[in-house]
């Protein structure tokens, strides 16, 4: 039994003007040279060979019987003395021998011979049955994906029908009553499509749903093209992938009905009138009938099964390889064991463990000033909380590895909101998470140091200093949650759809504070829902029930629940509406003045960090490239790229001036230009810039870092990037 | 609760749809539907007479009623129970279903359950190690996966069976010790049951188990990279608590596609059923359709139709019940 397991509806259609340049870029036909795809494909072909040249390179007619030849002779069961029955014999089946390779039935029939007409006859069969259930399918699937209303209620319905009725008692009854079934192909063929067809086109009408509402479609549409034309020249060859994965699986599932009811004698024999064909489950039922079992003649019922078995095999493995490339995931994790032993790391990464190259050394320059140790107007009061110094993050291994982040720097001080802004993709989520070790595979953390300075707030976390990238599991598993908390950015995804939230929190509970009874445990989940402004009713509630602000307000109260020293929010308002954002934001500030943690608020929105955060990191392509008190950075930016960003948005008040924007696009980490990453958008931009990369560096006598050569050496610094500080230096009352 | 009626009422449709084909089809179809039988019969026995006759009227040849009055009278006798007689067996349909249906719901509840349990587990339990020796499994799934059922029967019979040449463990023919043991509730009768379904039991969960492990493997595969798995592990739960997780959700399409499995479940099961004429509705429908017993075999036919639509309601039931998003749109 072979259930289709695709997960077909997550392909990424490819829109395109018209059929053939959309079947050039179909992607089915550069399949990934995977063992099983190879192996599929042989045994296929072997099959498909042996089919097409069968007739010819048999030795015997199938038919062809010799009994002359075979003395020995056997009673046939059932006959002799004391049944009633006139004794008959049959001819002693032979086993395998020079002049036949697969031995003789019980007719003196050559069983080689057989199995090649046979191959043959099932092969031809199932697959114009396969072809004739997808057209079916594609018929229905397509129409009421496509038109849907009325049209696609009543299809979907026959459908469902069709894939309700059990498929082998329809199949004996059809083929039962349908006389001419045996020796008729193209009836037979029919007959079982019409038992194979629904399954396909369910899957079908899905993905044209999803289809039809993507732009290309829309764009024909409204050019007044015909529905007809439509389906067929933009919808269908985007469907080409799902339909031969599910050509393949009907195909399956045919000559495995076709082999059952001539099993069961359904399909007509070759000696039957009118004759039908010699296929693989006739060659079976001879057999069985026989007691061929019984007899111990394994040569003549084995080999017509375990080509069955070899076929069916050979067509999982394909559909299988066509599963996983049609979902990336499927396919093993890509770290062969040479390039696991190279970078230094095990052969399995785990889950929530990411992996440190073991090779590099973890040292930590001398000369490196960190700003732990520089005292500022802003940072006095504040101790670190989390150090992290020189980190590089690369996503892959060896030559094909992305350096998502490179060399940065961080420090997280309690009470203090430290901002990281940058564009998607700058690796502002990669560093965040890689600290605390979060990130998935293919991510591994090639160099740098994490050191967290650990001060209980309140349960039995570690005290004292914590290596992040040396740490175990269980030295990670108490820190993580109790210590440090992560919000991550999109919140229903984030809690299991299938509990309820006070489930979730209790799950939390239970393995941190052991301690606290059911009831205890349910009160302080309450608790937390209030801080955050939830009523406490919402427990019973599933994260579906939740609206997305409410969702972000849970997510937070779990972060909270433990009193963490750490907060790392990702993006966590950026798929919210600015009044729910605003709420959160009051809420975040409250709970960050109770409990006194140490934050990184991640975002792309810099001017929600200007008045948010007490220090703003900006990334750019990997690497922090400015680091600033928010007042300074908002009012006096001294990197070109900051610069442009705040003016990337449009003053409330002040005369109109024509907006400028960022020239150019994001670079593509995997091939980055030359020496500084931002030089190609930059209206600054010198020669040097095309040639070394700026290290973070500080500016004279001040607690701000900027890598730019603008402001290195004796260039020259633009008006725009020397403006003076403000005035006051906002310290956050306490 | 819409949701499910709309199911309820598909069920329904098809129930009729399956039950007016089996009608419809042997008497609108052009040709001699008799002569065909006939012929075919001559395979595997002799039709006298009396059998001739019977198929003539199963068949509805030679019956002097319109097509519309054979429909209702049919509808007729079925509300009532009434499946029609059995002209091999001289007894009537519905009785004889009776005795034949413990057999088959006995074999293929209990290998149901095993099969999606021990599939649904092991499907986990591979997903969750990748890259250990766990991966080997795949393969061997792959191909018990793609056998059918009967050929792997014959495997079984061959290797275990009593009737076959290697090791002869189990009896591979018949429900229980016809030779003997008395039917009754007794020690050695259970017993005697109990020892011939091993190898029924054995084959159909076989091959069910590696669809399930395949199915489940695939979807498990696809939730662990789910953001919920990552946070489930980053806020320290216990590693069985992260599995839990995961595997929860992932249950989810594969009890979804429970309707198609059922169908491929009981069809295999037939056939075992005929390979080792185990005495279920499976076995009895290809003796009865040898024999051209057609009311024998339309009565089975019904039976099986509805058993099955019955198991995809439950399933569907179950879905609702495990899948909280469903209940609010049900």
Known sequence: MTINSTSLAGIPPVAGPNAELVFRRTRILRLPRSPKVIAGVVILAFFGVLAIVGRWIAPYSPNATDEQSWVQHVLVPGTGAGTGFPASYYPLPLPPSAAHWLGTTVFAQDVWSQLLAATQATLFVGLLAAAIATVLSILFGVTAGYLGGGTDEGLSLVANVFLAIPGLPLLIVLADYVPSAGSSVLLVAAIIAVTTWAYSSRTLRAQTLSLRNREFVEAARVSGERPVRIMLVEVLPNLIPIVAASFLFTALAAIGAYVAIAFLGLAGSPSSSPPGLWNWGEMLREGFANNAVRGGWWWWWAPPGICIALLGTGLALLNFGIDEFINPRLRATGLSRRTAKKVGIGLRPKLGMTPVARHQPLVVLPNRSTTASTPSPVHDAAEPALEVRGLSVDYGYGDQAVHAVVDCDLVLRRGQVLGLAGESGSGKTTLALAAIRLLRAPALITAGQVLFYSKPISGDGPVGTVDMLSATDEELRAVRWSEIAVVLQSSLNALNPVITIGAQFDDLLRVHRPFLSPSARRARAGELLDLVGMNADRLRSYPHELSGGMRQRAMIAMAIALEPQVMILDEPTTALDVVTQREILEELTGLRDRIDFATLFITHDLSLLVELADEIAVMYAGRVMERAPAASLFHAPRLPYTHALLHSFPPMHGPRVPMAGLKGSTPDMHDLPGGCAFHPRCSWAMPRCHQEIPKLAPLDGSPREVACWLHRDDAIVPAELALPEPDVMKVRAQ | ?330
């Open chain 2, 1 to 330: 609760m819409r949701a499910l009626l709309r199911r309820l009422g598909v069920y329904i449709l098809a129930a009729w749809v399956a039950l007016t084909v089996s009608f419809l089809l042997p008497r609108v179809v052009p040709g001699n539907p008799v002569a065909g039988a006939v012929a075919r019969a001559t395979q595997s026995g002799n039709c006298n007479s009396a059998c001739i006759m019977a198929v003539e009227e199963q068949l509805g040849f030679n019956v002097h009623t319109s097509l519309w009055d054979q429909y209702v009278q049919y509808w007729g006798n079925l509300r009532h129970g009434n499946l029609g007689r059995s002209w091999s067996e001289n007894a009537p349909v519905s009785s004889l279903i009776v005795s034949y249906l413990p057999w088959t719901l006995g074999l293929l509840v209990v290998a149901t359950v095993v099969s999606f349990v021990a599939g649904t587990a092991i499907g986990v339990l591979i997903a969750w190690r990748r890259g250990s020796w766990v991966d080997w499994v795949l393969p061997a799934a792959t191909f018990f996966a793609a056998i059918p059922y009967f050929f792997l029967a014959l495997v079984l019979v061959l290797i275990f069976g009593q009737t076959g040449t290697l090791l002869k463990w189990f009896p591979s023919l018949f429900g229980y010790d016809i030779y003997g043991v008395t039917p009754g509730l007794n020690v050695p009768y259970v017993a005697s049951i109990i020892a011939h379904a091993i190898l029924p039991a054995a084959t159909v969960v076989l091959a069910s188990t590696a669809g399930f492990i395949l199915a489940m493997r695939n979807q498990m595969i696809t939730t662990i990279d789910e953001d919920f798995v990552l946070v489930a592990q980053a806020k320290g739960l216990p590693t069985r608590r992260v599995v839990w997780y995961a595997a929860r959700n992932a249950l989810l399409p594969v009890v979804a596609n429970f309707t198609v499995a059922i169908s491929l479940v009981v069809a295999g099961q037939i056939l075992v059923e005929i390979v080792f004429n185990y005495p279920g509705i499976g076995f009895h429908l290809y003796d009865a359709l040898s024999k051209l017993d057609y009311s024998l075999v339309q009565g089975i036919f019904v039976v099986i139709t509805l058993v099955v639509l019955a198991a995809n309601l439950l399933a569907d039931v179950a879905y609702v019940l495990i899948d909280p998003r469903a209940r609010q749109m049900a």
